[in-house]
C-alpha cells in the first residue's frame, strides 16, 4: 500500500493532478492520514551528502530515511533548483530548512507528511506578475447542469465582484494570472477556483443542512463560523434535538448539552431555584434563570408555546465571549433557539412526523409512608392518651378519623369490643393507595404530530408548519393540549441585497388540571362504598354533626372525592403569538445593516370553576349561612357555583438596529463585526377575579365583601373572600452593543464585545455612569504553526476569554418602596403603607466575571475529538441581605453587598469507535461546577435556620448546601442525642436556637457539582440504535425522619421501615438510631434527629436515561417508495437507576417527590416527501 | 434623549410603589405596625412591678433579665434589640416623608396639605427622638446637657449616612424646635380616629411631657394648659366596670395620642400571669373608696395583675391622656406656689376616680405635702404608663432619693438615686457598626 500510493503521488495520473489542483490540501491531509500509522516508525535523523542533484532525488532520499512522505504536484518542482547538501545526523527539520531556503519554494510538515507548495510571492515577487493579466470567462451550473443565474462570482481578497447572467455565464477581463475566484450562491457551498482563460463549467453543491447547522453557531445577534468564535459554545443539531421525544423544547436538551444541569433534586423548598443552569450558579436572590432566545430575541412567554418540531437547532452560550452580548440579561448564560426556514431554489420539502408515547402508571408507593396497621396503632396510642378528648368535646367539632370515632362509640359503649376490633382491624388493612392508584391515576398517553414544508425560488424563500400535541397526563383528568401554526417568508429584491423575512408564530395550549390528588387525611380510606357508590372522606368536620345540622336546611357536607374528581374544572387556556420582520440591505459586499421588529403577546386565563355540587362550593356555601334566633336561614353566598378567574397577558416589543461587517481583506485578515443599538419593553399585567352565585348561563350574583360574618360552626368570623387583585410590571431595557473579531491567517482571532444596557429598574446613577458588560477573546490554532508536529494530534486550538456579565433582580429599586395595605388593619380605620425598602441610589447590575480556557483537539483519523475547557465565574455585587447600622432604620438590608465563585470544567470527547457497515460512536460528556458563596454579610440567626431554611448562605459554602446536626446516639431512655458546643446535648430547643454556628456539620452541596452523560449510537445499514446514560455525583440530600409531633397531627408521610425499627424499650439504642415515641409529642425532638448527619443521604447516581432504536428508509435505494425519507423510531425514557450510593431506596432526584418520573415508551414516524 | 429618559422611568412592578404625592406618603405615617411605639426598658428597669425569681430568671432574651437587676452588661453580646431600632424605623418612616416632600411643590393649593404632612413628621420624629433621650441618654441637666452624651438625631433617609452622638442638649434643642414648627404647622386642634394622628393637642401634650422632664416646669404647665384647653375632658370612672378585665378601651375618651410600649418586654404578663405582679405597697396606697383599684387591678393569687392598658390593648399604653396633663400641671402649679390650682386640678382628677359620693376634696394642704401628694397620686393614676422611669430620672435630680430595691432567690439588688445606670447602654450591635461612644455604666 505504501508503495502504490507513493506511487500515486510522484506521478499521479491526468485526473487525479487535476483534482488536487483544485482541492489541494485537504484531500492529501486526509489521504496522509490514512497512511500515517504505517509510517509511524522510521527515524528521523538524516546523513546526506549530495551536489548539484534534482530536488526530487533529495526528497527520495530523506523519505526513505525517515519515513516522511513529500506531497507536491509535479508542476510545483518545475522550478525547483539543483540542491548541494552535506549533512550528518541531523533532525529532519534541520535538514528540510537547509534544503529549501535556497527554493522558491515553501514547506509545511502535516502528519508525519511535507507539504511542498510554491512559496507565498514576496512584494517584488507580486510586483513581477502584477501586469500579467487574463479575460476568464466561464459558466455557473447547479448539480444537474442547470445555470445558476445571479451567482456571486469575485475575485478573492479584492473588491472585484461579478454576477453571472442568464444562461449562468459569467465574464472577467484583466484578472492577475494567480489570482482565484470565489464563486458563492445562496444556498451553495462558496467554491474557490484558480483562474483560466476558460473556466469551463463551475458546478456548485448544494450546501446540505447539516452543514448549515454544524458548522454554524449563533448567538442571537449573528452567526459563526464555530472555527472562527473564540468563546464557549454548545451547539445541538435537528438531529440531536430529535433524538428525545417531548411536549417541551427544554427537555430535549437534557443529558446532551455539556454544562447544562437540570437541577431536579432542589425541589420547591428552596429559595429561588432554578430548574436550569448552565455552569453552576452564580446569583442569590436576582432571576436564576437562562436567558432564553427564540429567532434573535429574549423570550418572555411560555416555552411550551414552543413545538420542538419547528426548532432548527439551540447553541448554548456559555462564557462570557459568547454571551455578554446579552449584557445585562446574560449572567446565567444564554440558550439560543433558532427556528426552521426555508431554503432558496429548493422544490417544496414535507415532513411529517407523528408520534405516541405511553407512560407508565406512576408508583405512587414509593415515597415514604407508615403503614395503615401502624396508624391505627398510634391513633389508639393517642386515643388512651386522652390526646382526643379536647377535640371530641370541642363545639366546632373538627373532624375525628375514623378510627376514632369508633374508639369513641366503643368508650360510650355503642358497640362491642368485638365490632370495634374487627372495624378498626379492616382499617388497619386498608390502603387509601390503592384507591387512589386505581381511580386517580392512569398511564399517561401523549400525541404529536407536526407537518412543515419548506422550500423556496430565486428570490424567496419559506417554510410553514402546523403541529397538534395532546397529552394525558399520568393524573386522571389532567391534560394538555397544543396547536401550533408557523409560517415565515423571506423574499429578496435588487440582486438579493435587501431581503425581507415576516414569520408568525402562534400557538393555543389547553391546560386542563382536574385530577387534584392530594391525599385524603387518613391512610386507610375506601373512596368507593361497598355497593359501588362514591364514598364520603372525613373532611372537616364530625360526620355525625354535619348530617344533622341545620336539620336539612344546610347543603350536603360530605366530602366524596370520587363526586369531586368528576366535578373539577379548573382550566388555564394560552393563547401566544409572535411576529418578527426583519429587513436587511447590503450596502457593500460584506456589509449589512437590518432591522428588526418582534412583538410577542400571551395571554393565559385561568378559570377555575366550583360547581354547586363540589365540596368546595357547598362548605363555602354553608359555612356563610346565617341563622337567625328565630331560625331563619339567609345565605351571605349565594347559591350556584364558584368561579375564579386570573388573567395573565404579557407583551413583549423589540427593536433592533444593527450594522454587520463580515469581510475578508487579503489572504491573511478576516473581520466579523455588529454593532448596533436595541430597546425592548416587557410589560405584564395579571388580575383576578371572583365570581358567586356563578352559573353556566351567564348569572353571577353582587355579594356583600365589607361585612363581616359568623361562621358556622367555628363561630369565628370572616369576611367573604372578594378575590380580586391586578398587578402590573414593566421592564424596559434601552441598550448598545457591539462585537468584533479578526482573524489573522486562519489561525489567530482576536475578539471582543461590549454592551451597554439601562433599564428603568436601576438607580440614576448606575445608569448614568453606564461601565459596559464587555468580553475579550483570543484563540490559536497550534496545529497551523510551521513548527507544530504533532502527527497523532492534527487538530489543537487555544481559546481563552474573560469579560462579564450581567443580571438583574427586579423586585428592588434605587427608590424609597413601600407597600400598601388595603385592608384596615389599623385601627386609624384607613389604609396604610409600610416601608419596603430605603432608598438605593447605589442599587446596580449584579456582574459577574468569567474567565474560560479552551482546548479543541481531534486526534489524527478523526476518531477522537473533543473539546475541555476551565472556568471561573466571579460573581460581584451580588443582591444579597447585609446587616447595617440599626440606627438606619433597618436593620438588614438587600443591596449589592454580595460576592460568589463558581469554577468548572467542562469536557466533551466524541469518539467514532467503530466504522462501515457497523458503526459505534461514543460521546462523553463530563461537567464540573462548583459554586461557592465569597461574600455575605448575613448569617443564619439560628443552627435551625441555617439547616431548614430554602437557602441560607454561608461564606465558604455553595449557595444550596446540606446541613446537619452532629449525631451522638440515643440515650439509653431513647431520647435522640446529638453534639452542642462540643458535648452530647439533649437540649432540644437550645440546639436548635444556638446562634453558633459551628455546631452544624456542613455535610455539601444539595446541586450535583459533577454531572455528565456517556451516550452510545451504533448504526448498522438502516437501523441506528442510541442509548444514553446520565450520571450525577458529589451531591447530597436529607431524607425524611420521624416527626412524633408531625405524625400526631395526623401525617403519615414518614418512612414505615423507620417507624418500626424505633427505640422501644432500654437496650435497644445499642441497635437502632430511631428516637422511641414519647408523649406528648416534642416537635425539637423530632427536629434534633431529623437534622442530624445521620439521615444525610449521598445523592450520587448512574441513570440508563434512555434508548432510541430507529430504521430508516430512502428512496434512493427504493424509487417506488412515496417519500423521499422515512424514519422509523421507537423511543424509551426514565428508564432506570444503575447505581445509586444511597441504600434507602430514593431516587436521589425525587426524593421527596410523590413519584420518580414514570417510565414512558414512544413509537414514531418521520417522512419526507 | 430625553424621549430615552422618559422611556426608562417607567416603575417596574405596580405593587413596588415609590410615594410621590402627599397622600401616598401620608399612608406611610398612617402605619400603626411601626409607628406608636416606645421602648419599654425604662418601665422595665422601674420599680412599679416585680417578678417572681423563677420568672425573672425564665426571661426569653437576656436583657429581659439583666435590665430587671439593672447589670452593667444587660445584652451579653446580642444584637437586634427593638429598643434601639423599633424607634429608628420611626425617625426613617420620618425622615423618608420629609426628605420626600421636598421634592413636591407647596402650591396655594396643597399648602394645608403639605404644611399638615410636615407636622405629623416632625411630631413622630420628636417622639422617637424623646423616647430614646430617656433611655440610652443621661437625665436633661442644664449644667452638663452641653457635654452629655445625647443620642444619634439622624435627620436623613440615606442609609449611607454616617450615625453620630448628638449632645444631650442638641438632642433637647432638636425635639423642641421639631415640635415647635409642628404646632405652627399642624392643621387639626384634635385627633381624629382614636387618637393616632397626631393634632395640635398632642404637640402641646408632648411639648409638656418634654419641659416637664427638662424641668422647666414653668413652661411644662404652660403647655400642660395648652393642651387641656383644647381637649380636657375626664371619665368618671363610675361609669366603668369594675368587674370588666377590659374596662378602658380605645374609644377611651380621656386620649389625646395613641402609643404604646413595644411588645418584646416581659411587662405584658403582669398584665394575666401569675409570678408577675404590681407593687404590693403601691397597691396598698389605693383607698378603699378609690375605683382605680378595681378598674386598674385584678388579684390572680398573690400577685396582683394590672388589667389592660390604657387604650384596652395588652401591651401597655404610653400615649397621652388628659390625666396625666392635669397631674403636671397640678405640678407645676404646686411647684410655682399657685396651691389653689393646684388642689383644684388634684380634686378634680381625684373625683372622677372614686366611688360617687365619698370622695372628700382635699384642702389646705400646701407647699412640699402638697407637691408630695400630687407626686403620689401621679404614681397611682399614672401606673404602668410608662412614665415612671422619665420621673424616677427627674426626681431624683430633684433630692428625692429614691433608691430601687429587686429581691430575687435571697439575693438583693438595688439603684441608688442618680446612679450612671439610669441611662442604659447602647446595643453592641449598632456600637460594632458605627464605632458611637457606648454609656458608662
Known sequence: ?1169 | MACKKEFLDKKPISSLNVPTSLEELNLLLLNKVDIHKSPALGEMSSDDYYMATQEWSGQFLPYFTNSYVWAQDIYVGAGNISEWNIPYTQVLYANVVLERMTALDRTADNAGDYDDLRAKALFIRAWAFFDLAQVFSPPYDTQTAGQDLGIPIRQTADIGAPTTRATVKETYDRILSDLQEARRLIKLDKSVVNGYMPAKASIYGLLSRVCLTMRDYSKAGLYADSTLSIKGNLINYNTLSTTASVPLTITNEELIYQNTLVSANPLSYTVTSQGYSIDTMLYASYEANDLRKLIFFSLNGVYINKKRGYSGGITIFNGIATDELYLTRAECYARSGQDDKALFDLNTLLSSRWKAGTYIPLSGLQGKPLLDKILLERRKELVFRGLRWNDLRRLNKEGYNITLVRNLGGKQYTLAPNDIRYTLPIPPDVILQTGIEQNKR
Open chain 1, 1 to 1169: 500500500m505504501y508503495n502504490f500510493y507513493t506511487k500515486k503521488l510522484w506521478a499521479p495520473p491526468r485526473t487525479i493532478s487535476k483534482i488536487l489542483l483544485i482541492m489541494r490540501l485537504s484531500t492529501i491531509i486526509l489521504m496522509t492520514v490514512i497512511m500515517q500509522v504505517s509510517a509511524h516508525s522510521f527515524a528521523q535523523k538524516i546523513t546526506l551528502s549530495e551536489t548539484n542533484v534534482p530536488l526530487s532525488r533529495v526528497l527520495s532520499e530523506i523519505r526513505s530515511q525517515s519515513g516522511y512522505d513529500f506531497l507536491f504536484t509535479k508542476s510545483v518542482l518545475k522550478d525547483a533548483r539543483m540542491v548541494s547538501i552535506t549533512v550528518k545526523n541531523e533532525e529532519l527539520g534541520e535538514v528540510l530548512r537547509k534544503i529549501f531556503d535556497k527554493q522558491p519554494l515553501a514547506y509545511t510538515i502535516e502528519d508525519k507528511s511535507v507539504v511542498i507548495k510554491g512559496k507565498v510571492p514576496s512584494f517584488l515577487n507580486w510586483l513581477e506578475s502584477a501586469f500579467a493579466t487574463m479575460d476568464v470567462r466561464g459558466r455557473v451550473v447547479d448539480e444537474k447542469g442547470q445555470p445558476l443565474v445571479g451567482a456571486t462570482v469575485r475575485i478573492k481578497g479584492t473588491n472585484r465582484v461579478t454576477r453571472t447572467g442568464e444562461s449562468g455565464v459569467f465574464t472577467l477581463t484583466g484578472v492577475l494570472e494567480n489570482a482565484v475566484l470565489e464563486i458563492s450562491y445562496l444556498g451553495y457551498k462558496v467554491s474557490e477556483w484558480k483562474v483560466m482563460k476558460d473556466m469551463g463549467i463551475v458546478t456548485l453543491e448544494v450546501l446540505t443542512a447539516e452543514l448549515e447547522q454544524v458548522d454554524v453557531v449563533s448567538t442571537g445577534y449573528q452567526t459563526l463560523p464555530k472555527e472562527r468564535a473564540t468563546g464557549s459554545f454548545v451547539q445541538i443539531d435537528n438531529t440531536l434535538l430529535n433524538r428525545r421525544i417531548s411536549t417541551n423544547l427544554l427537555d430535549r436538551l437534557e443529558g446532551i448539552a455539556s454544562g447544562l444541569s437540570f437541577n431536579r433534586n432542589t425541589g420547591s423548598s428552596l429559595t429561588n431555584p432554578s430548574t436550569l443552569s448552565v455552569r453552576g450558579r452564580s446569583t442569590i436572590y436576582a432571576n436564576p434563570n437562562p436567558l432564553i432566545v427564540v429567532d434573535n430575541f429574549p423570550f418572555n412567554g411560555d416555552l411550551s408555546a414552543i413545538n420542538p418540531n419547528d426548532i432548527a437547532s439551540v447553541t448554548i452560550l456559555k462564557d462570557a465571549a459568547a454571551a455578554s452580548i446579552w449584557g445585562a440579561l446574560s449572567g446565567n448564560g444564554v440558550i439560543v433557539v433558532t427556528t426552521k426556514r426555508g431554503r432558496v431554489n429548493t422544490a417544496p420539502q414535507v415532513e411529517v412526523t407523528a408520534n405516541l408515547t405511553i407512560g407508565e402508571q406512576p408508583d405512587i408507593y414509593y415515597a415514604p409512608r407508615l403503614s395503615s396497621a401502624s396508624y391505627v396503632g398510634i391513633e389508639q396510642f393517642l386515643f388512651d392518651k386522652g390526646y382526643f378528648n379536647a377535640r371530641i368535646t370541642s363545639t366546632a367539632r373538627p373532624v375525628l378519623s375514623p378510627v376514632v370515632e369508633l374508639l369513641v362509640q366503643r368508650r360510650s359503649g355503642q358497640i362491642s369490643a368485638a365490632d370495634s376490633a374487627a372495624m378498626i382491624g379492616k382499617y388497619a388493612r386498608t390502603d387509601t393507595r390503592d384507591d387512589l392508584s386505581r381511580y386517580f391515576y392512569r398511564s399517561s398517553a401523549n400525541q404529536q404530530y407536526n407537518i412543515n414544508v419548506s422550500g423556496g425560488g430565486t428570490n424567496q424563500k419559506y417554510y410553514f408548519s402546523t403541529g397538534f400535541d395532546r397529552n394525558l397526563t399520568n393524573v386522571e383528568r389532567n391534560n394538555f393540549s397544543r396547536i401550533s401554526v408557523n409560517g415565515s417568508n423571506t423574499f429578496y429584491f435588487m440582486q438579493k441585497k435587501l431581503e425581507w423575512t415576516t414569520a408568525l408564530n402562534y400557538a393555543r395550549n389547553l391546560i386542563e388540571n382536574n385530577g387534584n390528588t392530594s391525599s385524603f387525611n387518613y391512610p386507610y380510606l375506601n373512596l368507593k362504598n361497598e355497593d359501588g357508590s362514591n364514598a364520603s372522606v372525613p373532611s372537616l368536620y364530625r360526620k355525625s354533626y354535619i348530617d344533622t345540622l341545620g336539620k336539612g336546611r344546610l347543603l350536603d357536607w360530605n366530602f366524596r372525592p370520587l363526586d369531586d374528581l368528576a366535578q373539577n374544572d379548573n382550566t388555564t387556556r394560552r393563547l401566544e403569538y409572535r411576529i418578527n420582520t426583519q429587513v436587511k440591505y447590503q450596502i457593500i459586499d460584506g456589509l449589512d445593516v437590518s432591522l428588526q421588529y418582534q412583538y410577542n403577546e400571551g395571554n393565559s386565563l385561568l378559570r377555575l370553576y366550583n360547581a354547586p355540587e363540589k365540596f368546595y362550593t357547598r362548605d363555602y356555601i354553608n359555612r356563610f349561612t346565617q341563622i337567625s334566633s328565630s331560625g331563619v336561614y339567609t345565605r351571605p353566598v349565594p347559591l350556584g357555583g364558584i368561579l375564579a378567574n386570573t388573567n395573565n397577558l404579557l407583551m413583549a416589543s423589540n427593536l433592533r438596529g444593527q450594522l454587520s461587517l463580515n469581510k475578508q481583506f487579503g489572504k491573511l485578515h478576516a473581520v466579523n463585526a455588529i454593532i448596533g443599538a436595541e430597546a425592548r419593553e416587557v410589560n405584564e399585567n395579571m388580575t383576578s377575579n371572583r365570581l358567586y352565585g356563578y352559573t353556566e348561563a351567564g348569572g353571577a350574583v353582587g355579594i356583600n365583601y365589607q361585612s363581616s360574618f359568623t361562621l358556622i360552626p367555628t363561630n369565628i368570623t370572616g369576611m367573604i373572600e372578594a378575590g380580586i387583585s391586578q398587578l402590573n410590571k414593566s421592564n424596559r431595557f434601552v441598550s448598545r452593543f457591539a462585537n468584533a473579531s479578526y482573524t489573522y491567517a486562519g489561525k489567530y482571532i482576536l475578539s471582543g464585545s461590549a454592551r451597554k444596557d439601562e433599564s428603568n429598574v436601576f438607580g440614576a446613577a448606575t445608569n448614568q455612569k453606564g461601565i459596559p458588560l464587555w468580553s475579550l477573546g483570543a484563540s490559536w490554532e497550534l496545529s497551523k504553526e510551521h513548527f507544530y508536529q504533532l502527527a497523532w494530534l492534527p487538530y489543537l486550538r487555544l481559546r481563552l476569554t474573560t469579560g462579564y456579565q450581567g443580571n438583574v433582580d427586579n423586585t428592588l429599586s434605587p427608590q424609597v418602596t413601600v407597600s400598601t395595605s388595603q385592608t384596615l388593619l389599623t385601627v386609624a380605620g384607613s389604609p396604610f403603607s409600610t416601608l419596603v425598602s430605603p432608598p438605593n441610589p447605589a442599587l446596580r447590575w449584579e456582574k459577574i466575571n468569567m474567565k474560560n480556557i479552551g482546548l479543541d483537539f481531534r486526534l489524527s483519523g478523526d476518531r477522537v475529538q473533543g473539546t475541555i475547557e476551565y472556568f471561573t465565574k466571579h460573581g460581584r455585587d451580588l443582591i444579597g441581605m447585609s446587616v447595617v447600622d440599626p440606627t438606619t432604620g433597618v436593620a438588614t438590608f438587600k443591596g449589592n453587598t454580595a460576592n460568589m465563585k463558581v469554577r468548572g470544567l467542562d469536557l466533551t470527547l466524541n469518539s467514532l469507535n467503530l466504522s462501515g457497515n457497523f458503526s459505534w460512536s461514543s460521546i462523553l460528556l463530563f461537567s464540573l461546577a462548583k459554586d461557592r458563596v465569597t461574600k455575605y454579610l448575613l448569617n443564619p440567626s439560628s443552627v435551625s435556620s441555617a439547616i431548614t431554611t430554602g437557602m441560607s448562605p454561608i461564606q465558604g459554602n455553595p449557595l444550596y448546601s446540606v446541613y446537619a446536626l452532629k449525631w451522638a446516639g440515643l440515650s439509653d431512655t431513647g431520647n435522640p442525642q446529638v453534639m452542642l458546643n462540643g458535648e452530647v446535648s439533649t437540649n432540644y430547643s437550645g440546639i436548635l436556637n444556638a446562634a453558633d454556628l459551628s455546631n452544624i456539620k456542613y455535610m455539601g452541596p444539595a446541586n450535583p457539582p459533577v454531572f455528565g452523560s456517556i451516550r452510545n449510537d451504533f448504526s448498522f445499514r438502516k437501523w441506528s440504535l442510541s442509548v444514553n446514560v446520565t450520571y450525577k455525583f458529589g451531591h447530597y440530600f436529607r431524607e425524611s425522619g420521624l416527626g412524633y409531633g408531625n405524625i400526631f397531627g395526623g401525617s403519615t408521610a414518614y418512612s414505615e421501615a423507620q417507624f418500626s425499627a424505633r427505640w422501644k424499650t432500654s437496650g435497644d439504642e445499642a441497635i437502632t438510631d430511631v428516637p422511641g415515641i414519647v408523649y406528648p409529642a416534642n416537635s425539637n425532638r423530632d427536629n434534633v434527629y431529623n437534622f442530624s448527619d445521620l439521615l444525610i443521604q449521598k445523592g450520587d447516581h448512574i441513570r440508563l436515561q434512555d434508548i432510541n432504536l430507529g430504521y430508516d428508509l430512502m428512496r434512493g435505494e427504493n424509487s417506488r417508495l412515496p417519500f423521499k425519507s422515512l424514519r422509523l423510531y421507537t423511543y424509551i425514557n426514565n428508564i432506570g437507576i444503575l447505581w445509586k450510593a444511597n441504600q434507602v431506596g430514593l431516587d436521589p432526584d425525587y426524593f421527596f417527590a410523590a413519584y420518580p418520573n414514570p417510565r414512558t415508551y414512544a413509537i414514531g414516524v418521520r417522512a419526507g416527501f
